[in-house]
């Protein structure tokens, strides 16, 4: 019982770390897309 309920717990701290990657990379993404617009429209 405590290895099935280790492993739960091994699974859902893997998850959340895998969503927390993806969700800093997106923030980045977005950052960089915002400075790209704002260059383009200050004329440079």
């Known amino acids: 019982?405590?290895?099935k309920i280790a492993g739960a717990?091994?699974?859902l701290a893997y998850m959340?770390?895998?969503s927390a990657?993806?969700?800093v990379k997106g923030?980045?993404?977005d950052m960089q897309s915002g400075g790209r617009s704002i260059e383009n429209?200050?004329?440079k």
Do not use: A, D, E, L
């Open 1 to 3: 019982m405590k290895r």
């Open 9 to 11: 717990i091994v699974v």
């Open 16 to 18: 959340v770390t895998m």
């Open 21 to 23: 990657c993806h969700t």
């Open 27 to 29: 923030v980045g993404q």
């Open 41 to 43: 429209s200050s004329g």
